[in-house]
T-cell receptor, first 114, second 110 residues
Framework: DSGVTQTPKHLITATGQRVTLRCSPR?????VYWYQQSLDQGLQFLIH???????AKGNILERFSAQQFPDLHSELNLSSLELGDSALYFC?????????????FGPGTRLTVL | QQQVKQSPQSLIVQKGGISIINCAYE??????FPWYQQFPGKGPALLIA?????SEKKEGRFTISFNKSAKQFSLHIMDSQPGDSATYFC?????????FGSGTRLQVQP
């Protein structure tokens, strides 16, 4: 168990809908990263937040947005969903200021768009 | 320039054998190279990592070999066990963002 929690575990919705995925980082970790894992695109970095501020963007679509709240949990919002958005979405949190400086991944949310 | 190329796509090894997975990168600004192990239904878990100022790092049965001039790095799993059967991802980090390879599905046969 990495200490990173994600809810829900599974999500089934229809095209055109909007969903929110939630991530709670490990205690004390200020950084949260979001990744998308699909069969055709592999594991892709979406976005990084540090202590409430956006730090880096990867291959994140304009229909997707994220935020990190004062309690450090983060939410990934996916809107106008398309069939191709079906994927596993992982968040990861990171130790800061340590020698290992590792990203710890949560168990993921499996999104199915019908 | 952000790509990390990983091979092979799949690998079958007998129990006790050596598993070798290779990765190559283009961007010389990458400064951290981790390997992740992922079991079905789970998130990736850090296995071992190396920084580019080191040519080799060993942790138990797992070794990373790093060739900075060739821009290549590899994972060696010695004495492979059926419990090692999983998907392995190499990654390269730049400014705290990871770029992943496409993954290698390893199957260790008993």
């Amino acid at each position: 168990d990495s200490g990173v929690t994600q809810t829900p575990k599974h999500l089934i919705t229809a095209t055109g809908q909007r969903v929110t995925l939630r991530c709670s980082p490990r205690s004390g970790d200020l950084s949260v990263y979001w990744y998308q894992q699909s069969l055709d695109q592999g594991l892709q970095f979406l976005i990084h937040y540090y202590n409430g501020e956006e730090r880096a963007k990867g291959n994140i679509l304009e229909r997707f947005s994220a935020q990190q709240f004062p309690d450090l949990h983060s939410e990934l919002n996916l809107s106008s969903l398309e069939l191709g958005d079906s994927a596993l979405y992982f968040c990861a949190s990171r130790e800061t200021g340590t020698a290992t400086d590792t990203q710890y991944f949560g168990p993921g949310t499996r999104l199915t768009v019908l | 320039q952000q790509q990390v190329k990983q091979s092979p796509q799949s690998l079958i090894v007998q129990k006790g054998g050596i598993s070798i997975i290779n990765c190559a990168y283009e961007n010389t600004a990458f400064d951290y190279f981790p390997w992740y192990q992922q079991f079905p239904g789970k998130g990736p878990a850090l296995l071992i990592a190396i920084r580019p100022d080191v040519s080799e790092k060993k942790e138990g049965r797992f070794t990373i070999s790093f060739n900075k001039s060739a821009k290549q790095f590899s994972l060696h799993i010695m004495d492979s066990q059926p419990g090692d059967s999983a998907t392995y991802f190499c990654a390269a980090e730049l400014r705290r963002a990871l770029t992943f390879g496409s993954g290698t599905r390893l199957q260790v046969q008993p």
